[in-house]
């Protein structure tokens, strides 16, 4: 016990880094409504800079945990940084978005341990894969077209 508690005094860097609002994709490609609110509750806390860290990450060794999942997400998709991507980037980005959320690879099975209301329904996973069609195909054909 005494253990656990000295552990507490641990604590892995929760800070959210700043957000640049002209590079978030709000700004840059904002999804539609319905495809906002279901990136907002199912993708938002691992995959931008503004995560709402619940009660748990208070708690040594899961806040380790959650932080190291936070991190992996930013780094592999960051809705908050998309103007940072290159146009092929931001391609790639929506055609994994598809490729994840049919596979049910995301939301992370773990993170849907506690998080149950991130559950994608196979209506949103169709959302979402035919937003993120939409949005890969307009950007090659404004790719090609400024070639």
Not at 16 to 30: G, L, R, T
Not at 39 to 54: E, F, K, M
Not at 120 to 138: F, G, P, V, Y
Request: aromatic share 8%; hydrophobic share 40%; proline share 7%.
């Amino acid at each position: 016990m005494l253990l656990f508690a000295a552990a507490q005094l641990i604590r892995p860097n929760m800070d959210n880094p700043p957000v640049d609002a002209a590079q978030a994709m709000s700004s840059i490609a904002p999804p539609p409504g319905d495809v906002d609110l279901i990136l907002t509750r199912s993708c938002a806390d691992c995959h931008t800079n503004t995560t709402v860290y619940p009660a748990y990450a208070s708690i040594t060794p899961a806040n380790f945990f959650l932080a190291s999942h936070i991190k992996d997400g930013r780094k592999h998709l960051n809705f908050d940084e998309w103007g940072t991507y290159s146009a092929k980037k931001q391609v790639k980005k929506y055609e994994e978005i598809c490729e994840y959320v049919s596979a049910r690879e995301m939301p992370l099975p773990s993170y849907l341990w506690l998080h149950g209301d991130a559950a994608l329904s196979e209506e949103e996973i169709q959302a979402l894969c035919d937003w993120s069609r939409i949005e890969a195909a307009k950007l090659e054909s404004a790719t090609a077209a400024g070639e």
